[in-house]
């Protein structure tokens, strides 16, 4: 045991289901939500297909939480997926995945705080012209939240999560006391468009949307009874994020209607026009800023715990691995905020949010094969919990995740291969890191 005030590498177990569950809606619920309901009714046309699509995301998700329930729940450890990788397929593997999560993690903090600039903007127009500090400001703001201790950023998320939550119920509610539509007719037919490419580029866009689900697998070590509890606020997560998604739905389409929906680009503000008229950019403008500074807090101590759990394993530099009395990995806290900062102010955010989407499938399919993997080689291993009706959900998820990758590839090439030299570029970079280890023992 370490003495008082001084850094170990263990992490501070303080934190409970409600933080789990924060955590979950904290980083699902997104902009997204607000803007793909009108493209995936331009897709869909048939209220009953697009409410029925908007299900289907959340049962894909939720069989793909019930395999990271069963990782989370066998190896309990702080850092995401990275760490059932290496359980699973050694360290290339497990650096490889480590790597790409580390980089979509920051840059989601990167776009989380540019973004909220944007929305900013349109309550301080001043705003617009310091966007790159103000977007650095929101960062270093929240990593210097984190570096006062887990506990007080727990606190903080569970707060912030209720607030975002709350304010899209909100609106789901303002947009029932609304009367219904005055035309409930299917919007007309796409033209030369064929129901199974619309139903591929629908689920494109909402699966997106659920993205965020597994968030409290990164805090395995410092959630009480780790086992039990982050399989509860997975699946309790999720299941908050699929009641706010389908009843926003459902109020859009009473706002707005099928063919209004569907001729929305923007269908949060298209339906709160209807309710609060000239203040409506004002308050989506705030409950984005809410929202996307949610997000922002959340990546960063994800990112910095994926940092904290390969260096922990010998991957990376040693310093990140400790941890200070008050539970944070400080340097690599700091580790992870430089790397946000230098994409904020290198202007590289933009490309790799269009690489994330691949990296986050990357993931979800290296979970699977752990599974498998794990299954095969353990399979006399304490399985707090198991995956009923195993191999069935694991295999469906899987191959519908391939397919999903296969589609991004096909559908952006360009994006699709730079991701895969990222990818590629995780094997020098665990070789400089192994080699700078073993000439400073």
Request: glycine share 8%; aromatic share 10%.
């Amino acid at each position: 045991m370490s003495a008082p005030g001084t850094a170990s590498s263990s992490l501070l177990r303080v934190l409970g289901l409600f933080f789990g569950i924060a955590v979950s809606i904290g980083c699902t619920l997104g902009v997204g939500i607000l803007r793909q309901p009108g493209p995936v009714a331009a897709y869909l046309r048939e209220p009953w297909l697009i409410m029925l699509m908007w299900l289907a995301g959340a049962v894909y998700s939720a069989l793909g939480a019930l395999n990271v329930a069963e990782l989370v729940a066998m190896v309990p450890r702080a850092g995401g997926f990275y760490v059932y990788a290496r359980e699973a397929m050694g360290d290339p593997v497990g650096f490889a995945v480590g790597w790409s999560d580390f980089l979509a993690n920051t840059a989601a903090a990167a776009y989380a705080a540019t973004a909220a600039v944007e929305f900013l903007a349109r309550i301080a127009p001043n705003a617009g012209a310091h966007g790159t500090a103000l977007a650095t400001a929101f960062i270093l703001a929240f990593a210097a939240l984190q570096w006062f201790g887990i506990r007080l950023s727990g606190r903080v998320q569970q707060t912030a999560s209720a607030i975002a939550a709350t304010a899209l119920m909100g609106l789901v509610v303002a947009c029932f006391t609304l009367p219904a539509a005055s035309s409930s007719a299917p919007a007309p037919p796409a033209p030369a468009a064929t129901l199974g490419a619309a139903l591929i580029l629908a689920v494109q866009s909402i699966v997106v949307t659920y993205d965020g689900w597994y968030e409290p697998i990164y805090f395995s070590e410092e959630t009480y009874q780790a086992a039990r509890q982050i399989p509860r606020a997975i699946f309790g997560g999720l299941a908050l994020v699929t009641s706010i998604y389908i009843l926003l739905n459902f109020a859009f389409l009473r706002a707005l209607g099928p063919a209004g929906l569907a001729a929305s680009k923007f269908a949060a503000a298209d339906a709160a026009r209807r309710v609060f008229g000239p203040l409506t950019d004002l308050l989506l403008s705030c409950v984005a800023c809410v929202i996307l500074l949610t997000l922002l807090h959340v990546v960063l101590m994800t990112g910095t715990r994926i940092l904290f759990a390969v260096s922990r394993d010998g991957l990376f530099w040693p310093a990140a691995a400790r941890v200070a009395p008050n539970g944070t990995p400080r340097f690599a806290l700091l580790c992870t905020t430089a790397v946000s900062l230098g994409l904020v102010w290198t202007g590289t955010v933009d490309r790799l949010i269009a690489l994330a989407g691949f990296f986050y499938v990357t993931n979800y399919c290296s979970s699977y094969v752990s599974v498998l993997v794990l299954r095969k080689q353990r399979p006399q291993a304490v399985r707090p919990f198991r995956i009923p009706f195993y191999p069935v959900p694991t295999l469906l998820v899987f191959a519908a995740s391939l397919a999903f990758l296969a589609g991004a590839v096909v559908s952006d090439r360009a994006n699709s291969m730079y991701a895969l030299l990222l990818l590629l570029a995780s094997i020098p970079a665990r070789l400089l890191f192994r080699t700078r280890r073993v000439s400073l023992q």
